[in-house]
């Protein structure tokens, strides 16, 4: 007999099974909570509550620890490519040689953007968010795919299966979410919009899509295809975080990938979420430029009537390190030095850490760096616009989406419709 939990309400007492998982976290299974007792329970911003029971990622906030399928991200940064390692969230396991291969050749046959969507593009003002115009171009992607999108659920005359569906949808959110993401960056930089180089590994033409310059031979950096492929593994999934809940929940209503992933990313967008990356850096700019006078930003921060936070800074799970921010921050170190690129905000950013870390607030608050705070470092010296960082957060979570949004289906989770505590006004008739 497993575990179980006991409320006492109103003079019953109720007893609700507990669930534990395979690194014994547990949790009540409320599933009879509001047909047993009429109550439901409030949790504004589900900091208490779980909502699937998943086998993707597992991550422990205390002790700072983050796997996708039970590999820690280190030993995959050091040893897989991008690639495997989403080959191993969507499916389950990392990928023989055979596998992979067909993979990388499935997705070069897929490896185009319909000439009407670059169109699109390129009808939006180059001033626009490349965020926004991503959200849209994916969502756009539905009309250019309509055998993914419109008959997901039944068998179409073609008689291919849902699975061969995913597959399909799969192999082309992998294939053309990056061309798209390369044209954002190279229309913000004037450059021509170009296509995939199919001669090259996934990250390594992730790099050629981005910075490829026309009339000069391209001359692959090992550097920039490194430093892409560790930051990319480390932002391909964080369990159920804002974006990632928000592309479960749209597809819960068998909404199709893409329209759900558009979802994601919009969602992603955001300066508290994946926005902060963009953030960080406009922060460390506004420091140097106000004499690097860090202790004014550190109390800033501190100060509960002034909205400065320190960006980077702090995460709902993480109470420790977050493993990505130490490993990033080393990378860091290492890109900038193999570049020869001596960045001052570098130097501004490790001394509000360290300020950070020594200072009872944030102690207090257990505040560390997370992801974003480093990562927008590495971005610009490789020469990326702050406008992007956030898309590259992105490119890196396409495959952990795809994996949970995958995950959702296959479990048959039904329809997200959380419920709420009315407090408005109670019946009233027109006078
Ligand atoms: C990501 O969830 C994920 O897994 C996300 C992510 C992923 O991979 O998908 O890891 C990626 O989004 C990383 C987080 C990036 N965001 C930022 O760096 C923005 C700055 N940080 C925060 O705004 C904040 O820490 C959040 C949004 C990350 C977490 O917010 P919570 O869990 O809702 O916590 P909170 O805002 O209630 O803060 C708790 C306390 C508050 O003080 P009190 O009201 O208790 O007195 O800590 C304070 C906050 O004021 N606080 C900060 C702070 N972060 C929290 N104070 C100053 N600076 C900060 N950065």
């Not at 849209?136 to 539905?142: E, P």
């Not at 004037?190 to 033409?205: A, H, K, Q, R």
């Not at 800033?300 to 921050?329: C, E, T, W």
């Not at 289906?409 to 006078?431: A, E, L, V």
Request: net charge neutral; proline share 4%.
């Amino acid at each position: 007999m497993g575990k179980s939990a006991k409320i006492e309400f109103d003079g019953k007492s109720y007893t609700f099974p507990v669930i534990t998982g395979s690194e014994n976290e547990e949790a009540i299974d409320i599933n009879q909570l509001r047909s047993e007792t009429g109550l439901i329970t409030y949790d504004p911003g589900y900091k208490n509550t779980g909502h699937c029971i998943s086998e993707i990622t597992y991550l422990d906030g205390e002790n700072g620890v983050l796997r996708y399928r039970g590999y820690s991200v280190d030993e995959l940064c050091q040893k897989k490519s991008f690639l495997e390692v989403a080959y191993l969230l969507i499916y389950g396991d990392l990928p023989t040689n055979l596998e992979i291969q067909k993979l990388q050749e499935d997705i070069r046959e897929e490896a185009l953007v319909d000439e009407d969507l670059k169109q699109i593009f390129k009808s939006f003002p180059k001033s626009a968010h490349p965020m926004g115009v991503l959200s849209s171009l994916t969502s756009a992607l539905i009309a250019f795919n309509p055998l993914n999108e419109t008959k997901i659920s039944l068998k179409d005359s073609a008689g291919t299966t849902e699975k061969d569906k995913m597959y399909l949808s799969t192999i082309r959110l992998l294939a053309k979410f990056p061309i798209m993401s390369s044209w954002t960056l190279r229309k913000i930089k004037g450059l021509p919009l170009n296509y995939s180089n199919n001669n090259l590994e996934y990250t390594e033409n992730i790099a050629y899509m981005m910075f490829a310059k026309p009339n000069q031979d391209y001359k692959q950096n090992d550097i920039i295809v490194n430093a892409l492929n560790t930051l990319l593994i480390l932002h391909a999934d964080h369990e159920q975080n804002c974006s990632t809940s928000t592309v479960r929940i749209v597809g819960s209503s068998y909404a199709g990938l893409y329209a759900s992933i558009s979802a994601g990313i919009s969602a992603l967008w955001g300066r508290l979420h994946g926005g902060a990356n963009q953030a960080v850096i406009e922060m460390l700019e506004l420091i140097k430029n106000d004499g690097s006078d860090i202790d004014k930003y550190i109390n800033k921060a501190k100060d509960k009537s002034d909205p400065f936070r320190l960006m980077g800074f702090g995460h709902r799970v993480y109470k420790n390190f977050d493993p990505r921010a130490k490993i990033i921050k080393k990378a860091a170190d290492q890109v900038l030095n193999d570049l020869g690129i001596d960045d001052p905000i570098l130097e501004i950013a490790k001394s509000i850490e360290e300020k950070a870390l020594n200072d009872e607030y944030f102690i207090e608050k257990k505040l560390y760096p997370n992801v974003d705070f480093y990562s927008g470092i590495i971005y610009r010296a490789l020469g990326i616009p702050t406008e992007m960082f956030t898309v590259m957060f992105a490119l890196g979570r396409i495959p952990g989406w795809i994996a949970q949004w995958k995950e959702m289906r296959d479990s048959k989770n039904p329809i997200g419709r959380p419920r709420q505590i009315y407090n408005g006004p109670t019946h009233r008739s027109i006078s």
